[in-house]
């Protein structure tokens, strides 16, 4: 059963139609059926391309936490063989919302660091919904540390609504821990490169994102507060998360714009979750492109061309 | 009927504010509600003389109040995009940076001084809460780097005064951009081999902690300051419960291990003049330049063979 979002209602209306008329194709005139079936999908895919053409920032928020979207996990398993996880920070626990480890990717051995948010309820409570706590920020700057010592890249898959707000996480030092990590980042004398699949936000997603290719999922988001997060502050009023949203400029067109993202991987038509495989492997070509573009740099070049393209960012508005 | 909200609208804001003046002489402590005039609060650094409460401290003053003699040389600061996003909610924030600057007299969040402390040369550089939050946008990034350059250029440690709400909303993902870009701040004074020394001041959260202001080499905090990634409202949202008793501040980072010490306002320039002349590149020292102070080793060396 496919979960439609509010605003895919007229698809949802069409697609019904249409397992109505299959249910009743089984005992009536099936050709004539078939044919109305024909007509209501194309009418449903048009509808669809439709709306997908022109989602606000607000819709792309809610494609970007659709249940169905493929997670960290669907890449890891697409993308890296011989995935080998790593647990732990060597100070006090392992925090599964970071999933770090070294793998095969497209042969050729990488780390990789990914926030995955689960998708049920044993899997969310164990990830804790994809918010870091520190101990998350400490195991990635490790892996970063391990990946630099041996020549590997490092790419980063980003998708949470942001670090953990907890007492935990504040009295074992959330900030330090983020700040170690984006300082990790710039330091690393191989390539990295992020991609954000789904939710970019903010300090617990550039603790990671901080790379030297950022790449950005068609309908995916990166912003440095929720959109219901700006909303109750600016506006103190949590409804108005849609204004919020148009606002910050949190779109993968927008960060392109302002030089914030490089490159724009293409979703499938109606979203990754719509079609998986076909986001996987798109997603695959542009972290290889983006490796191939980095590869052979000795590491002072590597670390100066990071630094200096974030350095001009905002520069040039 | 432009004319009149030109002409007439600023003469009744100034009979407003002259009524307030009153008022502000005397300043009320938050936590005795002790009332102090304010020459007096301003004498004694804006510490509350009985409880000993730190109030907050605009940046000139801060500056004024730490380099010696109040004589320093103001470090020019880049100017920002302004308002890429055009970015509105219940008001511009055209309007609201507008306002700001008028209130402040700043430009932005951070002024940045070269001086000395206690004859130490240190180049230092001041968020002011009162400057929309002390939050960090482009303007305030630029002006982090352009500190640590500064100190950079004159080969003198440099000291951040953090005091901020965190990243600027308003700017969006540009505000964001701002913790990688401090951070590349950080890191350039960390290879050119000169010091870096944070004070946190009341408030420090959000994106400044988890960006420059916990990536010092010495972590200072002024007493009773909040300082923490997430604020204690959200924080108490999300897990609906109460906060511990002095939940994030100071004394409590301190005693988790996450600030090297806690400093009355009266010690910070003591403290930081003698903390930057233990990182002062040394002279060859006499133990380490006289060879024949170490006779030993050689004489063993000498009975091995």
């Known amino acids: 059963m496919r979960t439609y979002l509010e605003f895919e209602k007229p698809v ?70 011989e995935f080998t996880p790593l647990a732990g920070d060597r100070k006090f626990g392992d925090d599964q919302a970071v999933v770090a480890g070294f793998a095969r990717f497209r042969g050729r051995p990488v780390a990789v660091i990914g926030q995955e948010k689960g ?64 300082e990790a980042c710039l330091k690393l ?11 970019g936000g903010s300090g617990g997603a550039i603790a990671l994102a901080t790379a030297s290719r950022v790449m950005m999922l068609e309908h995916a988001i990166y912003s440095v507060i929720s959109p219901e997060g700006a909303a109750s502050i600016l506006w103190r009023d949590k409804s108005r998360a849609q204004d919020a949203a148009t606002n910050m400029r949190i779109t993968a067109q927008d960060l392109v714009r302002f030089g914030v993202v490089d490159t724009v991987i293409p979703e499938p038509l109606g979203g990754a979750h719509r079609d998986p495989d076909a986001v996987l492997t798109a997603t695959g070509d542009a972290i290889a492109a983006s490796l191939a573009a980095l590869d052979g740099l000795p590491a002072d070049e590597i670390r100066r061309q990071r630094r200096e393209k974030f350095l001009a960012i905002g520069r040039n508005l | 009927m432009n004319w009149i909200n030109d002409v007439v609208r600023p003469k009744i804001k100034s009979l407003l504010n002259k009524r307030e003046v009153p008022e502000n002489l005397w300043v009320k402590c938050p936590e005795t509600g002790e009332m102090v005039f304010h020459r007096d609060l301003e004498a004694n650094h804006y510490v509350m003389p009985n409880s000993g409460y730190h109030m907050r401290m605009g940046a000139k003053k801060r500056l004024g109040h730490f380099f010696d003699g109040g004589e320093y040389e103001a470090i020019p600061l880049p100017e920002a995009a302004a308002d890429p996003l055009r970015f509105r909610d219940e008001r511009r924030y055209t309007d609201r940076l507008k306002d700001a600057r008028t209130k402040t007299g700043l430009q932005d969040a951070i002024l940045v001084g070269a001086g000395a402390v206690e004859g130490v040369a240190v180049v230092a550089a001041v968020q002011d809460f009162d400057f929309m939050g002390g939050s960090l946008g482009m303007a305030a990034g630029e002006a982090v780097i352009a500190g640590a350059e500064a100190a950079v250029a004159r080969g003198v440690p440099f000291v951040m005064f953090a005091a901020s709400g965190g990243a600027r909303m308003q700017e969006g993902i540009l505000s964001l951009m701002q913790l990688p870009r401090t951070t590349v701040a950080t890191l350039s004074l960390r290879e050119a081999g000169l010091p870096y020394i944070v004070v946190l001041t009341n408030p420090t959260t959000g994106g400044v902690t988890a960006s420059y202001a916990m990536l010092g080499d010495i972590q200072i905090a002024e007493p009773g300051a909040l300082i923490g990634f997430a604020g204690p409202r959200v924080i108490e949202q999300t897990i609906r419960e109460k906060l511990p008793e002095g939940f994030q501040r100071s004394e409590y980072l301190r005693d988790h291990g996450m600030v090297d010490m806690v400093v009355h306002r009266h010690q910070l320039r003591p403290t930081i003049a003698r ?30 063979e």
């Open chain 1, 12 to 81: 949802a209306e069409l697609q019904a139609k249409v397992q109505e008329l299959k249910a009743m194709g089984e005992s009536g005139d099936a050709v004539a059926i078939g044919d109305e079936i024909a007509r209501l999908e194309s009418r449903a895919s048009q509808a669809l391309a439709d709306i997908y053409s022109k989602l606000t920032p607000w819709q792309k928020t809610q494609v970007a936490r659709h249940p169905d979207r493929p997670h960290f996990v669907d890449y890891q398993r697409a993308l890296f063989d």
């Open chain 1, 119 to 182: 998708n049920d309820t044993e899997s969310r409570i164990r990830h804790n919904f994809g918010m870091a706590r520190p101990e998350g920020y400490r195991k990635a700057v490790r892996i970063m540390e391990l990946a630099d010592r041996f020549g590997l890249p490092v790419v980063a898959l980003v998708d949470t609504a942001g670090a953990y707000p907890g007492i935990d996480a504040e009295e074992r030092g959330q900030a330090e821990a983020i700040a170690r990590s984006t």
């Open chain 2, 275 to 304: 903390l930057c002349r233990f990182f002062r590149p040394q002279a060859a020292t006499p133990a380490l330049a006289a060879p024949e102070s170490l006779p030993a080793p050689l004489e063993e060396a000498a009975a091995a």
């Open chain 1, 189 to 199: 004398g191989v390539g990295n490169v992020a991609v954000v699949i789904g939710e």
